[in-house]
């Protein structure tokens, strides 16, 4: 046009310019512009403000603010809609300070802002977390006549949900249906998923019932949220229920709504319940990923059920309509194989993954050291840890352990021990558990003092001992008869501000028990029962083996009671020795004539209640009363 006889015309120009910027040619847009103040038109500001905002957008906000800075010199003052394009701009790249410090500029200008630019400026503060410097420009905003609206107040309840104050949250969606201000489904869906994280459900429940009383429509996002949070707060059937209902009002579950059912089910140990909404998932023509058939994988593995994780996995990798898989799908089905003690099973699934050209991480090899070691197969594991490095992989924490473990279990305690120290020479650093496995180990070989010297080296390399390292060590020390270093190792574990649990009562109960020491193993078990544990079969057992070799006919009640008023199983195999017991008083007594319990049982245990009910009943004369 600039060629031909036609002179450019203004309007013309300011459309090339827009369309220029629409299409992302910015430096084109510019080069228009150009034409358009060197043919001398008036360019007003809406043309530079088409032009900054696309430089914003294209150019980054760098070059926006140097055209900026030049528009006054090009005859044009900037307005409001330019402070807001370069607020804007200044946000999205984080350089919050700047876009504050134009707001400032703003008003020295006498260029009033509007309710864009404190949306604006109000939003950007939030997403980088200074939510409080957001809520205060608020206050800002009613000093400049300006009334806050439903896009204001969800981005202050979105940033304080962010920083996990949703109390607060809460309190500004309260201000604004006050003040006649009807919250929209972003601002309800901000606060319900922020609840549903928390494991606040009540209060996201009544937040859901509010946003239908007021006729807005929960979207998919919400259901989703709360059925997340329902699962990983392990309350599965409540996140099924709250699916149904969704699909009730009439709101479709998407892929992901599905997988986090599916996923939760699975984790549970639900698995008839998950395959159920595969079928759901299925029948509506939902996307089905390798995110959905891990999860039913894992759990079809952690059930046992091997025979039709290897069936799911054929279809995925047979069937053209179905998920590919990838490395997890492989690594999970790999290491549910091994764990069941199909080895060869596990090896050809590696084998299909390395011809479908799937790369392995380190938990690949991580899986075949645990699977190989776990069969026994000790040069196949150090293969694959050769492997590992010609690769050029980093081994992690969990390679050592694998193979430190590995070896204990297998007796190889020299190599275990090898490795141990070559990690404490190098990185990673042995974790808690690597020193507990083979404290372990070597109590168990009774080299307990080596083990007290890896108990105490545990402080040395900046870690703390816990509940299970003490544990281990206590029950070392009894199995070398030495009472006085269980009980100072259970003094340090109290000092230490940590809590005893079962297992360690348990050990000192059938140590004390069998070496005659009743009165503190009876003491022990009363400390037991007071921290509101529940003594199990084990520590009962022991006790009433020590009362009985101790005579102790009283003992041997008290606890058959205690047993009885709790609920638990005692061995039939003890069953005699206590009836013996109990009836040395009476010489007319032949054992013979006791009952036998373990006539026509099939388990090995029967409830203590009947067991009391029957001795009452079979024979009154050991006086055993009904309470």
Known sequence: MARSSVPPRFVA?????????????????????????????????????????????????????????????????????????????????????DAVELLVEMKTVKCFPNLVTYTTLMDGLCKVGR???AAEMMHDMKEQGLDADVVVYGALINGFCRIGNYDRGKELLDEMVDKGIFPNVITFNSLVNGLSKMGRFEEAMVMLDAMIERGIHPDVYIYTSLIDGLCKKG???????????????????NSVTYNIVIHGLCKEGLIDEAFRIFGMMTEKGKER??????????????????????????????????????????NMLMNGLFKNGRVDDALK??????KRGT????????????????????????QVWRQIHELGLEPNSVTYSSIIDGMCKIGLMNIAKGFFMKMRAS??????????????FLCKESSLEQANRLFQEIRIANLEPDVASFNIMIDGTLRAGDIQSAKALLTEMLKSGLTPDMLTFSALIKWLSKHGQLDDAKLVYERIVSSGFIPDSAVFDSLLKGCVSSGDKDGIIY????????????????????????????????VKDLPDFAQGKSSPGIRCAEFLAELRRSYPRLGLSAT
Do not use: W
């Not at 650093?429 to 020193?435: E, H």
């Open 559 to 590: 606890f058959l009671q205690q047993m009885a008023d709790k609920g638990a199983v005692i061995d039939l195999k003890i069953t005699r020795t206590i009836l013996s017991c109990l009836s040395q008083d009476f010489v007319d007594l032949d």
């Open 289 to 330: 990923d390798a995110v959905t058939y891990n999860a039913l994988l894992m759990g079809l593995c952690n059930k046992g059920r091997t025979e039709e994780a290897i069936h799911l996995f054929n279809l995925m990798v047979s069937d053209k309509n179905y998920a590919k898989p990838d490395v997890k799908t492989f």
């Open 349 to 354: 699934i590696y084998r299909k993954m390395a």
């Open 13 to 97: 120009l300011r459309g090339l310019v827009e369309c220029f910027v629409n299409a992302g040619s910015t430096g084109l847009a510019l080069g228009a512009l150009g034409l358009m103040l060197r043919r001398g038109f008036s360019v007003n500001a809406y043309v530079m403000n088409v032009v900054l905002n696309g430089l914003c957008r294209n150019c980054g906000v760098e070059a926006a603010a140097e055209f900026f800075r030049k528009m006054e010199g090009n005859g044009v003052l900037p307005d409001v809609i330019s402070y807001n394009v370069m607020i804007n701009g200044l946000c999205k790249a984080k350089k919050i300070d």
């Open 427 to 440: 990185e990673p650093c042995p974790v808690l558990a690597d020193f507990n496995t083979l404290m372990a």
């Open 359 to 382: 790369p392995g991480t380190v938990v690949t090899y991580n899986t075949l050291l645990s699977g190989y070691l776990g069969a026994g197969r000790i040069h196949e594991a150090m």
């Open 131 to 133: 939510v409080e410097k």
């Open 235 to 253: 309350v599965v059937k409540k996140a099924v229920e709250m699916l149904n209902l969704m699909v009730e009002k009439g709101e479709e579950p």
